[in-house]
């Protein structure tokens, strides 16, 4: 605990998807004060990485679907019974067809041609009842996953109706030979309101044929249960209220739809300021006013625009408009790009215009409250009756409810609600409008006087991180919510312990910065550079007789790139000599990097020796100026090289690397920027009222790359395979992330070349926060016990999918037979682990809760015994009743089915049971190790080094459940948090147990 207040408290934090490495330090007194780590289950599925979450929807969807269908089945007999089409004292059975009936699909369509009998009459209305078709709620067939299928197959289907002259849904699935979809087909989808035209259809063909069960009445009752729609009117506002946040700057303003018009406009004129034209000789513009203005009026036009339907603004209009000559290009695009690229694309707004009629979008666009209080309905309701109950609320007309109602309300383009009010948002584009005077965000909140409303933090601010839903209340990723509300714990028990710090810096990893399609794109790219990179490797070993050092890789791969050239003179580099000989061509850094900070693979050039030591320090429009490189013949040279990056070749021709400039490309490299990071920044620095200590900022969002610079510098290996205490090492590398750290790095990797090999070491120990930081973190490292969160959890996946018909046990007595099969083809699955249903189904029981070790002291001829009782979620819900009987694991050579095992012995549950959930710390027979779970085939445990330098055989020998008595019982550890309880900072030792 905190004894008194310390100066310059950095907290480091790495956090990945399922880990969060902690590190604080006392830059004051130069200590690394705590290491450690905190670990939990990532909620996503192990092989597809689908998150739990949406599996476990799908199947509660599918619960309810099934649910559903019962209830309007059920309520249609009672409708046939009442009728006198089915007999009073019939089921459902009575209704199935046998094998003299015909196929329910026939009798449809009979039924438009002849009169049918009772049975048969009400066979078809039953079944009908059981498929009611697709309810459309707002999708597109260009919608993604299965909705996007099944809106493509109605569209097909109802072409084919149309065509082909088929009446009704049932003629076109005779026509087709088939009645139903199997895994995963969605040809013979169709729409509700199709079979309801059919249902109609067929009660008009009955009574048209004397039928005497075809009346108006239980025509209008029997569309009654068959249309019957839950109401969520009142879920929309339950989900209003609780989910949707308030804006950033006036507190009790809920927060506008991002797909109202005003969110779109705001953003587009962010992005629009935000673009950047390099120009030939290295200077940066932004948009002039002009451009901007017609950049906006292109996105928001109301009407298509000839050439451009889609009314885009894309770089190479902007080019265009501009005017731009080829030596320009926009930052950040590579000009392959730029004929695609849009700036910013309005979805919601392009939706609108290309569904609406022309007047109403007129009407829209030139009314901007009016379009937002629509897009707040579209957002807003969930289903279409929610819908047109929110648009006559908000007085639009009954033409204009039908129109908006025809939009893709439910896909993602009216989901979500951004981070501003409207009367924000209002705010905010009066004053971009003003395009001469404004062109940023920051000079749009400084004209409006938003930006101290939003700096006033209010009382807000206090000693500890609230729950992740305060910051961010329409989060649902479960990811997410995992991740930060662990990270909140973390912060939390780090205050608790050492303080509040002055100082707090975070990276993010890869899996929570980049989108899915940024993953999936980087993934493709990883792929190509990994495959290319194997054939350059084996070719290499073949020249070289060894595998290649990653120096001489990159060396290579630069050499393709720039033709086998030095990239600064021209003169030819020979690919022999460049292979065998280590300082024949060298790696530069085209901007400096004691300069910029900036190692990127985008800032390293090929060069020959005699280049790079007359370039030093220096860019290469600097050294040009200074008499060196020819700039006109390197700059033609250079915009020519298409194997070149646009990122690249921005920096070779780099014309103004002033102390300014400098400065600005060692703050982008230096502070990660991408949205998740920022979010993971704005949570911990929007809610902690850190020390007034002259600094106006306190928490940075760091970029890995500057890490990596770092942990390499200073010798810091990253044993990533090995354990998860890498996880505090690359912490305490983060808190030292410092700008000064950073810089000092970047200029001994200048001096590196020009210094003997056997004083660089030296040379990169003199840059680390104080003497001796590296060692430190080499001996916090070697005692680090990672935390573990443990879910206590009743909940959770309680069987396995597939149903099983029980066949009994195997002759052998040892285990159950279960069978089960889909697709006409059976098999035969043997198994101990499973639940028999009254119906005499079988399920096998899937997730472990936690087990209970009972000790009968006067066992095993009184040295004590164990028994070993696993609890699954299925146990669950039966453990409270009388009749629940509790039974333990027999021995190996004595396995039966669960529903076979003895009970817990009495003289054993005198005491009470240790209880051991999954992940849980015990002390056993001296060491330290977590319960992975048990192997109920052999009654044994399965245990794991916390630190993960055993395998898992490695950590259960010697510590068999088996061979546990009353005099080595495990122990559980009480651990808290931080891993405090489970380190003696001297000797390693455990020190904290419950008692």
Request: glycine residues 6%; proline residues 4%.
């Amino acid at each position: 605990m905190v004894d008194e207040p310390r100066q310059n408290l950095v907290l480091g934090l790495d956090i990945g998807i399922g880990s969060c490495g902690w590190a604080v330090l006392d830059t004051h007194a130069q200590a690394i004060l705590g290491m450690g780590v905190r670990l939990w289950e990532t909620p996503q599925e192990p092989k597809t990485k689908v998150s739990t979450a949406s599996t476990r929807r799908a199947a509660r969807s599918s619960r309810r679907n099934i649910k559903r269908t019962a209830d309007r089945k059920k309520h249609c007999l009672g409708l046939l019974k009442a009728d006198g089409l089915v007999p009073t004292d019939a089921d459902a059975h009575w209704l199935q067809t046998t094998k003299k009936d015909k196929p329910i699909i026939d009798l449809r369509v009979r039924g438009l041609n002849e009169a049918l009998t009772d049975r048969q009459w009400a066979q078809v209305l039953y079944s009908l009842c059981g498929r009611r078709g697709y309810i459309p709620h707002g999708d597109t067939p260009s919608s993604s996953g299965d909705e996007g299928k099944v809106l493509k197959a109605i569209d097909v289907n109802a072409q084919k109706i149309a065509e082909n002259g088929i009446r009704t849904v049932g003629e076109l699935m005779e026509a087709e030979g088939r009645s139903r979809n199997r895994g995963g087909d969605y040809s013979l989808c169709v729409t509700h309101d199709d079979l309801k035209s059919e249902v109609k259809s067929l009660f008009r063909a009955q009574r048209k044929f004397g039928n005497p069960h075809t009346s108006e009445d239980l025509e209008e009752r029997f569309l009654e249960v068959f249309s019957w729609q839950k109401d969520v009117s009142g879920s929309d506002q339950r989900v209003y209220e609780s989910q949707v946040g308030y804006c950033t700057y006036f507190s009790k303003d809920k927060r506008a739809p991002k797909a109202s018009l005003s969110s779109q406009m705001c953003e587009a004129m962010e992005r629009v300021a935000h673009v950047v034209v390099v120009r030939g000789d290295g200077k940066e513009t932004k948009l002039p006013p002009e451009i901007r203005r017609k950049a906006i009026e292109t996105l928001f036009s109301p009407d298509p625009i000839k050439h451009n339907k889609d009314c885009k603004v894309t770089y190479r209009r902007i080019r265009d408009w501009m005017e731009l000559d080829s030596d320009s290009a926009f930052k950040g695009v590579d000009p392959e790009e730029e004929k695609t690229k849009e700036v910013y694309a309005p979805k919601a707004w392009r939706e609108m215009r290309n569904t609406l009629p022309k007047n109403f979008v007129a009407k829209l666009r030139g009314n901007r409250d009016r379009a937002d209080s629509a897009a707040w309905c579209l957002t807003y309701a969930s289903s279409k009756k929610s819908l047109e109950a929110q648009l006559e609320e908000n007085d639009f007309s009954e033409d204009e409810i039908e129109a908006l109602s025809s939009l893709p309300f439910a896909s993602a383009l009216f989901k979500g609600y951004g981070s501003r009010g409207q009367r924000a948002l209002n705010l905010l584009i009066d004053a971009f409008e003003d395009y001469e005077a404004v062109s940023t965000l920051s000079e749009a909140e400084e004209a409006t006087g938003l930006k101290d409303l939003r700096l006033s933090k209010g009382n807000s601010l206090g000693d500890k991180l609230p729950p992740y839903f305060v910051f961010d209340p329409s989060c649902s990723n479960p990811v997410v919510l995992r991740v930060m509300g662990q990270v909140r714990k973390v912060v939390n028990a780090v205050i608790k312990e050492y303080g509040m710090p002055n100082t707090v810096r975070i990276e993010l990893a890869r899996e929570l910065k980049h989108s899915k399609r940024e993953k999936e794109l980087i993934a493709k790219r990883n792929s190509n550079i990994k495959r290319s990179r194997e054939g350059l490797i084996a070719k290499l070993t073949e020249e070289i007789g060894a595998e290649p050092k990653p120096g001489l890789l990159r060396k290579v791969e630069l050499h393709d790139e720039q033709g086998g050239r030095c990239i600064y003179c021209n003169k030819p580099l020979e690919y022999t000599r460049l292979i065998n000989e280590d300082h024949y061509a060298e790696i530069d850094h085209a901007l400096p990097l004691s300069r910029t900070c900036d190692d990127s693979q985008s800032n390293k050039v090929l060069v020959c020796k005699q280049c790079n030591q007359e370039k030093r320090n220096r860019t290469p429009f600097e050294w040009a100026n200074d008499g060196g490189v020819d700039w006109d013949s390197f700059s033609l040279r250079i915009t020519r090289n298409k194997k070149l990056g646009q990122r690249k070749r921005q920096k070779l021709l780099c014309r103004d690397l002033s102390a300014e400039a400098s400065n600005g490309f060692i703050n982008r490299n230096l502070n990660d920027t991408r949205y998740a990071s920022r979010a993971a920044k704005l949570f911990i620095e929007d809610h902690l009222a850190f020390p007034e200590d002259g600094h106006k900022q306190h928490v940075f969002a760091v970029a890995g790359s500057c890490t990596a610079i770092l942990r390499h510098a200073w010798g810091i290996r990253k044993s990533r395979e090995e354990n998860s205490v890498h996880h505090a090492v690359d912490a305490a590398v983060i808190a030292a992330c410092t700008q000064q750290n950073v810089i000092a790095i970047a200029n001994a990797s200048e001096k590196k070349a020009y210094t003997p090999k056997d004083r660089r070491k030296e040379l990169f120990r003199a840059t680390e926060p104080w003497s001796g930081f590296s060692d430190e973190i080499a001996a916090w490292e070697a005692r680090i016990v990672p935390t573990h969160m443990i879910d206590h959890k009743v909940g959770g996946r309680v069987f396995e999918d597939t149903v099983y018909a029980y066949q009994g046990i195997r002759e052998d007595g040892q285990v159950g037979l279960l069978k089960g099969g889909t697709g006409g083809k059976e098999h035969l699955k043997a198994h101990s682990n499973f639940v028999i249903r009254d119906d005499g189904s079988a399920l096998i029981v899937d997730e472990l809760a936690f087990i209970n070790l009972w000790l009968d002291p006067d066992g095993n001829k009184g040295k004590g015994q164990i028994y070993l009782e696993p609890v699954y979620r299925a146990d669950i819900p039966f453990m409270d009743r009388t009749d629940y009987v509790r039974r333990y694991v027999p021995p190996q050579s004595d396995k039966k089915p669960r529903a076979f095992w003895q009970p817990i012995p009495k003289c054993a549950k005198k005491n009470k049971p240790i209880t051991l959930f999954p992940h849980d710390a015990i002390l056993v027979k001296g060491k330290v190790r977590r319960l992975r779970g048990i192997d109920i085939s052999s009654c044994k445990w399965k245990l794991y080094d916390p630190r993960g330098e055993l395998n898992d055989a490695e950590a259960v020998r010697g510590l068999a459940l088996m061979s546990l008595d009353s005099s080595n019982l495990p122990t559980p550890i009480h651990e808290d948090v931080l891993g405090l309880s489970l380190l003696d900072m001297d000797t390693g030792a455990v020190v904290r147990s419950e008692k």
